[in-house]
């Protein structure tokens, strides 16, 4: 079946410095991919999607490209910030998949430090 | 403001007590699902709903039941043959017209058994 697998953390940043964190996916057909972010204590904000191939989405600083050939879908961010700490999971809707809920990744933390 | 409410925010249970996590949107989205969070195993899919009086079990839904009696509402009952209830809850909500799949979620339960 489907699935997300992306790298495990703690991910440990000094500020200003480049953010990477690898997301790849299992799917048939043409998933939607996303990138949801979560602070302590919180639910789960949305933070950049792609529904397609080539598609690159991007909010706050933070992008990701929908990388078909490699099955892929990389959140980067070129200089974090203390307030970017948080948890980050990696997440897809398969296109043949019944119903409308998404496969999540584990989630990588995220810990920046000033 | 449109959103979802989770209550409660914390509850704590005895073994052998079934408690039910509520959950409300406002956002007159039609489908509703509940994730449950541990630590290192991402979101798991317990149960989802895409229309009123339907539901269907998600991947880890043995020991817990809803109900979508109303648009608005999805109740959780984590019952006493759930082996391992301590967990964080998130409700989250999706529109039928956002169909590249976004979620919205609440700001989660947590569930501790003593």
């Known amino acids: 079946g489907d699935s997300v697998t992306q790298m495990e953390g703690p991910v440990t940043l000094s500020e200003e410095a480049f953010l990477t964190i690898n997301c790849t996916y299992t799917?048939?057909?043409?998933?939607?991919l996303f990138w949801y972010v979560q602070y302590p204590g919180e639910g789960l904000q949305l933070l950049l999607k792609?529904?397609?191939?080539?598609d690159k989405g991007s909010n706050k600083g933070f992008e990701a490209t929908y990388r078909k050939e490699t099955t892929s879908f990389h959140l980067e961010k070129g200089s974090v910030q203390v307030s970017d700490s948080a948890v980050y999971f990696c997440?897809?809707?398969?296109?043949?998949?019944?119903?409308?809920?998404?496969?999540f990744g584990k989630g990588t933390t995220l810990s920046v430090s000033s | 403001d449109g959103g979802i409410t989770q209550s409660p925010k914390y509850l704590f249970r005895k073994e052998g007590q079934n408690v039910t996590l509520s959950c409300e949107q406002n956002l007159n989205h039609d489908a509703m699902y509940w994730y449950r969070q541990d630590p290192g195993q991402g979101l798991r899919l317990i149960y989802y709903?895409?229309?009123?009086?339907?539901?269907q079990k998600g991947d880890i839904a043995e020991g817990y039941s809803v109900s979508r009696e109303k648009k608005e509402s999805f109740p959780l009952t984590v019952t006493s043959a759930q082996k391992n209830p301590t967990a964080f809850y998130l409700c989250?909500?999706?529109?039928?017209?956002?169909?590249?799949?976004?979620?919205?979620f609440g700001e989660g339960s947590r569930l501790t058994v003593l």
């Open positions: 989250a909500s999706s529109g039928w017209t956002a169909n590249t799949g976004e979620l919205f």
């Open positions: 799917a048939t057909g043409y998933p939607s």
């Open positions: 792609a529904t397609k191939a080539d």
């Open positions: 709903s895409q229309i009123v009086n339907d539901f």
């Open positions: 997440a897809l809707k398969g296109s043949n998949q019944a119903g409308t809920a998404l496969i």
